[in-house]
């Protein structure tokens, strides 16, 4: 190409060159544009997944804290019926002893041979019981008056006391 040709060219080739780095410059500008809405998008959706995570952390802590608490008061209420139960099993092996001393001491016996027949009526029969006491029958009656059965019965009859123990 002469010289000619092309200086009468330049002033088209520079007008293109410019028009060619304005409109690169506007896509630069556009992605720029593009690129942060994009990072503040981001930002604001991780933030969003950074609060909800959190509260969803809060209601799991909560759930979490709610069953140990749960778990606490059972192995608590657990503990207290033990020794309530315990109690109990000595209460009843002190009565049973008591008992039995005083049956061994022959005064108890009779005492509850004639109970059983003032249940049952004078024509009621009276054999021993296996843990001591007499057992009474008359016909399809019965009145125990075991060792075992007189426990009971006097435990049943503090019951209302006993509890009074453990309030």
Known sequence: ?????????????????????????????????????MLRAARA???QIR??????????????????RAHTRRAARAVVLAARRDTAEELRRRVS?????????GCLGPALADRARAVLGPQARI???????????????????SIAALTEYAIARQAGRAAEVWT
């Open 45 to 47: 959706e991780a933030e």
């Open 97 to 105: 002893a008591a008992l039995r001393a005083e049956l061994g001491g």
């Open 127 to 145: 054999e021993p019981a296996g843990d001591g006491g007499v057992i009474g029958t008359l016909g399809n009656r019965r009145a125990d008056c």
């Open 51 to 68: 609060l909800e995570a959190r509260a969803a952390g809060l209601d799991d802590a909560a759930v979490l804290s709610a069953a140990e």
């Open 1 to 37: 190409m002469s010289t000619a040709v092309r200086e009468a060219l330049e002033p088209l080739r520079r007008a293109i060159l410019r028009a060619a780095r304005a409109y690169a410059d506007g896509c630069r500008a556009d992605a720029a544009e593009a690129a942060g809405g």
